[in-house]
């Protein structure tokens, strides 16, 4: 290197340290893309530009990767550890850089022969000046990559905190000598096949031209299905045509976003302000699976669980700072007020109404937007449960997006539609004080710009944020393996195989969405503190149990995309106590340290505690069983285990098979052991007295849940020939009762929803079709993992009501006969 090039350098790296912040995609490069650091690494950027070496280079020393100015020496032989694929527009431009990259390659496809350890890494890696896609109804092309000396300064200036260095997967060179031998077609191979993954690169980080909107609805008005629909409407309202399309066209304006780049430059501002004010920090995990399908070219549908309202622009924020465009986001229609509607719709939120019933013409108008989005490569983002969960747990999913979305895949969809499901998760969320009060039967308020300015006036240390990208589902591969037959053309608009598979990949959504689950410091410690009576536990007992939940999770996973917490029971404690708010309180007595919830935090810690219920709920089913009997032969647990499992899978949406359950419950039964808590001899399991409080605070994790599948169940076997909607409303009376005579706070406790889900389980396992057998020996099972005290005030609560609802009938009868006479 000539030393002008390296004085250019050198006076280019003081002006660009103030100017470009360091930002890294992935943030970890070494550990996301898996590189190894005892083998050479090459890295290969798209065209020669000093100013992006520059860049490029800082952003490798920050993240713990080899200096690219310094070579790689390799049998004798030193190679330069970066090489160029295009000349591009430099000051210093050297002539053939592409033939001096295809001799770099060849070169080290060479010593590959004399070192068979050797496997030398070939990292791609792009410097991004700004994200802009550009709009449709501009010429030309976004310039973001070849840039003269003077437009890179004026880049650096404006776009300094929007530059992006790509750190892309490893190709090895080990592999490509093995596979395909060393001669010149194969290093020009590697630089044809790195020149089109640079062009995926782009595309994936800008994503397609913005729409020109207006442009977008003449032609969606044009559209077969929505003329149509507007002929119909006409029809139906006697109005003219031009009446109905200008419905039309109003109902287009307030549903379509209006993506803006620089308001989404401003947002990333004002973002990343709201997140080191209400966050210690945001952490993101298996980021590297979007990127992939980006690069592959697929339609992405983004489908998180919904905490808060947060999540939209939690996900927005992660979205663009891993390299991705942001999604169309469908919000509901009552965030669209003034002065944040706007704002919103700028950021990408097109706004849907609570309801389509009645409004052929709407439907058909958000069904074809949507169907336009996917077709012209925009990523789309919807809240498939439909509303933020006020429990903490996942709700039930409403199917009306994700039919709108297969119907998409059905009408010419060129390019594979993927679903990403996204956990999200808190250590405290904003509203959670809200949804308490929601529950208590407070009504919900609306949404309005005095709300917005309470909300940022309650800005404080929330602890953590988890975004944690779960398996995603490729829509056409689900299909072929599930039903096949869903590409044979019937001409029905809503085939046979439709609905059933619209239900399927909703449902797996919500399994996966729960298996990439995010432990974190606060649930740990809400659960613990839940599950005794007293909601207070000894420092020294509390720090046992978290331990204990952390040993279970770690030795014994409940799904590979699950994140764990690294820290220590006692860092954990000490981080909880030093949040805002939290109602977690430290006592001291004769004897030590007493950790207890104050009254009213306790209602609010539950939302913290379903978060990751479902992780706990198999070993406090077995520990349940064990408490109760004390002792038990393995057979007689496992059967009661299974009997009481497809409830539990249904409602908290678990992912274990039959045969996948057995080997699960094996495994925790050994931990438990283990861990000492359980004794086990052959076949035979019991408790361990030193332990049994531990026990019991595993066990409690099942207690109300256990406590409402008895109530319906009673009410069944009290009156088999109930109606549904009946039997539903009798279980939350019931559930109701029992809360308040034994101090139960959970709010999920007498949800109904949790009884709908139960019952219709157990229609879907056949208890409604024998003579009560099935139900009398369930029954039996429960009421023996309960108190006495429990079974006698459910037992009880059950008979009183079945008495209400004698004299109730009673009742309209003689005021029938009355009416009669």
């Given at each position: 290197m000539s030393s002008i090039v390296k004085a250019y350098r050198k006076l280019l790296e003081l002006p660009l340290s103030f100017l470009v912040k360091n930002n890294p995609i992935p943030a970890n490069p070494i550990e996301e893309l898996q590189l190894s650091t005892t083998q050479p690494i090459v890295y290969v950027l798209p065209y020669t530009s000093l100013t992006d070496f520059v860049i490029f280079r800082r952003n490798c020393l920050a993240v713990g990767l080899p200096d690219p100015d310094q070579p790689n020496v390799i049998d004798g032989q030193t190679l330069p550890r970066y090489v160029y694929l295009d000349a591009g527009r430099r000051t210093f431009k050297s002539k053939g850089a592409k033939d001096e990259t295809i001799k770099t390659f060849n070169r080290y496809l060479e010593v590959h022969h004399n070192q068979p350890q050797l496997d030398v890494q070939l990292v791609p890696v792009s410097v991004l000046w700004g994200r802009s896609p550009g709009k449709e109804d501009k010429a030309g092309l976004p310039n973001l990559r070849l840039l003269n000396g003077v437009q890179k300064t004026f880049a650096a200036i404006w776009f300094g905190r929007d530059t992006f260095v790509r750190f892309s997967q490893a190709v090895s060179l080990r592999y490509m000598v093995e596979e395909h031998g060393v001669d010149e077609k194969i290093a020009q191979k590697l630089a044809r096949v790195a020149k089109i993954h640079f062009a995926k690169q782009r595309i994936s980080a800008t994503g397609p031209r913005l729409p020109n909107r207006q442009g977008m609805f003449n032609k969606l008005l044009n559209s077969p299905a929505i003329q149509a629909a507007i002929e119909e409407e006409a029809k139906a309202k006697n109005i003219s045509h031009e009446k109905a399309r200008a419905e039309a066209q109003k109902i287009l304006q307030e549903i379509a976003a209006d993506v803006s780049h620089s308001s989404l430059r401003m947002a990333d501002r004002f973002l990343r302000w709201l997140w080191n004010k209400l966050y210690s920090g945001i952490n993101v995990e298996n980021a590297d699976r979007v990127r992939k399908l980006a690069l592959e070219g697929h339609e992405i549908v983004y489908i998180p669980c919904h905490r808060s309202h947060i999540d939209y622009l939690l996900l927005s924020y992660v979205l663009y700072h891993q390299g991705l465009v942001p999604p169309h986001i469908a919000a509901g229609i009552n965030?669209?007020?003034?002065?944040?509607?706007?704002?919103?719709?700028?950021?990408?939120?097109?706004?849907?109404?609570?309801?389509?019933?009645?409004?052929?013409?709407?439907?058909?108008?958000?069904?074809?937007?949507?169907?336009?989005?996917?077709?012209?490569?925009?990523?789309?983002?919807?809240?498939?449960?439909?509303?933020?969960?006020?429990?903490?747990?996942?709700?039930?999913?409403?199917?009306?997006?994700?039919?709108?979305?297969?119907?998409?895949?059905?009408?010419?969809?060129?390019?594979?539609?993927?679903?990403?499901?996204?956990?999200?998760?808190?250590?405290?969320?904003?509203?959670?004080?809200?949804?308490?009060?929601?529950?208590?039967?407070?009504?919900?308020?609306?949404?309005?710009?005095?709300?917005?300015?309470?909300?940022?006036?309650?800005?404080?240390?929330?602890?953590?944020?988890?975004?944690?990208?779960?398996?995603?589902?490729?829509?056409?591969?689900?299909?072929?393996?599930?039903?096949?037959?869903?590409?044979?053309?019937?001409?029905?608009?809503?085939?046979?195989?439709?609905?059933?598979?619209?239900?399927?990949?909703?449902?797996?959504?919500?399994?996966?969405?729960?298996?990439?689950a995010a432990v974190n410091a606060?649930?740990?410690?809400?659960?613990?503190?839940?599950?005794?009576?007293?909601?207070?536990?000894?420092?020294?007992?509390?720090?046992?149990?978290?331990?204990?939940?952390?040993?279970?999770?770690?030795?014994?996973?409940?799904?590979?995309?699950?994140?764990?917490?690294?820290?220590?029971?006692?860092?954990?404690?000490?981080?909880?106590?030093?949040?805002?708010?939290?109602?977690?309180?430290?006592?001291?007595?004769?004897?030590?340290?007493?950790?207890?919830?104050?009254?009213?935090?306790?209602?609010?810690?539950?939302?913290?505690?379903?978060?990751?219920?479902?992780?706990?709920?198999?070993?406090?089913?077995?520990?349940?069983?064990?408490?109760?009997?004390?002792?038990?032969?393995?057979?007689?647990?496992?059967?009661?285990v299974r009997k009481i499992y497809p409830f539990l899978k249904g409602e908290l949406f678990l992912h274990f098979d039959d045969k996948q359950l057995t080997a699960q419950i094996e495994k925790i039964i050994a931990e438990f052991?283990?861990?000492?808590?359980?004794?086990?001899?052959?076949?035979?399991?019991?408790?361990?007295?030193?332990?049994?409080?531990?026990?019991?605070?595993?066990?409690?994790?099942?207690?109300?849940?256990?406590?409402?599948?008895?109530?319906?169940?009673?009410?069944?076997?009290?009156?088999?020939?109930?109606?549904?909607?009946?039997?539903?409303?009798?279980?939350?009376?019931?559930?109701?009762?029992?809360?308040?005579?034994?101090?139960?706070?959970?709010?999920?406790?007498?949800?109904?929803?949790?009884?709908?889900?139960?019952?219709?389980?157990?229609?879907?396992?056949?208890?409604?079709?024998?003579?009560?057998?099935?139900?009398?020996?369930?029954?039996?099972?429960?009421?023996?993992?309960?108190?006495?005290?429990?079974?006698?005030?459910?037992?009880?609560?059950?008979?009183?009501?079945?008495?209400?609802?004698?004299?109730?009938?009673?009742?309209?009868?003689?005021?029938?006969?009355?009416?009669?006479?």
């Open positions: 965030l669209n007020f003034w002065p944040v509607g706007r704002i919103f719709r700028s950021w990408g939120a097109f706004f849907i109404r609570r309801t389509f019933k009645g409004n052929r013409l709407y439907s058909a108008i958000f069904r074809e937007y949507l169907a336009e989005l996917f077709h012209r490569g925009y990523s789309v983002e919807y809240f498939i449960e439909g509303g933020r969960s006020r429990t903490g747990r996942l709700l039930t999913p409403k199917t009306g997006m994700m039919s709108m979305t297969l119907q998409a895949l059905q009408h010419n969809q060129t390019r594979p539609i993927s679903v990403v499901p996204v956990y999200v998760g808190y250590e405290h969320v904003i509203e959670v004080d809200t949804y308490a009060k929601e529950l208590r039967g407070a009504a919900k308020e609306k949404e309005n710009a005095g709300l917005v300015l309470r909300v940022i006036k309650k800005l404080r240390n929330l602890g953590q944020g988890f975004v944690n990208f779960g398996e995603p589902i490729t829509l056409s591969n689900y299909l072929n393996q599930h039903f096949p037959e869903w590409k044979a053309q019937s001409g029905e608009e809503k085939p046979h195989w439709f609905n059933p598979a619209v239900d399927a990949i909703s449902h797996q959504v919500m399994v996966y969405i729960n298996n990439a606060m649930n740990l410690v809400g659960t613990a503190l839940l599950s005794s009576r007293q909601r207070a536990l000894s420092r020294e007992q509390l720090l046992e149990q978290i331990d204990s939940y952390q040993q279970m999770l770690r030795n014994v996973p409940y799904s590979t995309d699950m994140v764990l917490p690294s820290d220590s029971p006692q860092a954990m404690l000490e981080h909880v106590l030093n949040l805002d708010r939290v109602g977690v309180l430290v006592e001291k007595d004769n004897f030590g340290e007493i950790v207890r919830l104050e009254r009213n935090s306790a209602v609010l810690m539950t939302y913290y505690r379903n978060n990751i219920q479902h992780l706990f709920v198999l070993p406090a089913l077995l520990a349940s069983v064990i408490l109760h009997y004390e002792a038990i032969q393995k057979d007689l647990l496992l059967d009661a052991v283990r861990q000492d808590i359980i004794l086990a001899n052959e076949n035979f399991l019991s408790i361990h007295r030193p332990k049994v409080r531990i026990l019991q605070l595993w066990s409690s994790a099942m207690r109300e849940i256990l406590h409402r599948y008895y109530i319906t169940l009673c009410i069944l076997r009290q009156t088999p020939d109930i109606s549904r909607g009946l039997l539903e409303k009798e279980s939350q009376l019931v559930a109701q009762r029992l809360s308040v005579l034994h101090g139960i706070n959970a709010p999920e406790f007498f949800d109904k929803a949790v009884f709908t889900t139960f019952i219709g389980n157990l229609k879907e396992e056949g208890y409604f079709d024998d003579e009560g057998e099935m139900i009398a020996e369930l029954a039996a099972i429960l009421e023996h993992l309960m108190s006495s005290e429990i079974c006698l005030t459910i037992n009880g609560a059950v008979a009183k009501t079945e008495e209400e609802s004698v004299k109730e009938s009673l009742q309209k009868e003689q005021q029938a006969q009355t009416e009669g006479n």
